[in-house]
């Protein structure tokens, strides 16, 4: 059996054609690519506006300029994230806080959310980032709520859930990144999430004033339009420090075929989902999906008691699982900042068991039945 990553990028003829026709184009950046990549991607989601950035990070960090956060303003993530959900608030210079994550659900508690918030006095916090983490939904709509009674921004890291939706209380489908909850979502397009442009993001959003914050911040802070002065068709003004945050017209071109064939893609880790389920139920514990919720599954993710020998046991037998993730704060240049007080016991507890077993459209019956094997092998003993 050939090795079995944790995931993996799936890249067809249609794909290489469309890089190709891009490359002999007149545009290899700032072309129709881009912007058909946008126009797409902000329909797919159904939000109003779309900005695509060279990779999620770029995205985050120009979201929390947008939302205007400065130096020691507090914002407020989940710590099983992947680092780039926090350092967007340290590269504006802002304060990192954490509220732990729900046990059931992996995703960052509502209720120690709510908590940590009333702890504090009026204005303390600036936003909240929560993460759909693994491809699960936050109910944005209960975020909404805590976040509108103590005028709190939101940024939905949805590098995980492309395609993914959660269930309002109206039981209307709420796609991730449709911008009704939250003022800004962020994607990334890295090869192991749903769609792969080599590196990659997408900023969605409603609001036409944070769309035109993203777009001029993208470009360096450079603009043509509303110029204080003009003199001549050359000039243009740079009216705040940006950056170049730009993605290509040949990424681009890839993401739109990637784009078409996400629903398959989701389709099918949801299959895979319902095969780990059956196998390892009763045996492991998995993150609880609410009714009628559609989990994008960029991961899928059990606990299990000796978690370091399931890993090595995979690992000898060339499957190789993933752990998602060490919690932010623990990292060395977190821990330095102090979270050591911090009462983040689920995310502690959680990281000792968690493991994400192999989780990609291409993977073949034929190799998750093997895995599950040698997980169940594992288990049994
Ligand atoms: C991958 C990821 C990012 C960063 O994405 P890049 O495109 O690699 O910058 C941010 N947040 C989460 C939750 C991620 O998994």
């Given at each position: 059996m050939k090795a079995i990553p944790y995931g993996r990028q799936n890249i067809d003829q249609n794909d290489i054609d469309a890089v190709v026709e891009t490359l002999t184009s007149?545009?290899?950046?700032?072309?129709p690519k881009v912007k058909e990549f946008e126009e797409r991607f902000a329909a797919y989601v159904g939000a109003k506006y779309a900005v695509a950035v060279n990779n999620a990070t770029s995205g985050l960090h120009l979201a929390v300029l947008a939302l205007d956060l400065k130096k020691g303003e507090r914002v407020i993530t989940t710590p099983?994230?992947?680092?780039a959900s926090a350092n967007c608030i340290k590269y504006a210079e802002g304060e990192v806080w954490f509220a732990d994550i729900?046990?059931?659900?992996?995703?960052?508690s509502l209720k120690k959310t709510k908590e940590l918030i009333e702890s504090?006095?009026?204005?303390f916090f600036k936003g909240i980032i929560p993460v759909d983490f693994a491809g699960l939904p936050v109910n944005l709509e209960a975020f909404r709520e805590l976040a509108n009674e103590h005028d709190l921004w939101i940024i939905e890291d949805a590098a995980h859930s492309p395609g993914g939706y959660f269930i309002d209380s109206k039981g209307n489908k709420q796609m991730c990144g449709n911008g009704k909850y939250a003022d800004i979502a962020v994607f990334s397009f890295h090869?192991?999430?749903?769609?792969?442009?080599?590196e990659g993001g997408m900023i969605t959003t409603n609001s036409e004033i944070l769309y035109k914050k993203l777009s001029l911040l993208r470009t360096?802070?450079?603009?043509?339009?509303?110029?204080?002065?003009?003199?001549?068709?050359w000039f243009y003004e740079m009216q705040e420090l940006g950056y170049n945050y730009r993605l290509t017209d040949i990424q681009s071109a890839l993401g739109i075929t990637q784009l078409l064939k996400n629903n398959e893609g989701v389709k099918r880790r949801n299959e895979i989902a319902i095969n780990y389920k059956v196998a390892l139920k009763g045996k492991v514990k998995y993150q609880n999906l609410p009714d009628g919720y559609l989990n994008a599954h960029h991961l899928f993710v059990i606990e299990v008691e000796n978690r370091k020998e399931l890993y090595d046991f995979l690992r000898a037998k060339n499957i190789f699982a993933q752990i998602h993730?060490?919690?932010?704060?623990?990292?060395p240049y977190y821990k330095e900042i102090g979270y050591?007080?911090?009462?983040l016991n689920n995310s502690e507890n959680y990281y000792s068991k968690c493991i994400s077993l192999p989780m990609y459209p291409t993977l073949t019956n034929e190799e998750q039945q093997f895995v599950i094997e040698k997980v169940l092998e594992f288990i049994d003993d």
């Open positions: 007149d545009f290899l950046t700032q072309g099983i994230t992947f680092a729900d046990s059931k659900s992996y995703l960052l504090k006095p009026r204005g090869p192991v999430k749903h769609i792969a442009c080599g360096h802070g450079i603009t043509k339009e509303n110029m204080i002065e003009n003199h001549g068709g993730y060490i919690p932010v704060h623990n990292l050591e007080d911090a009462d």
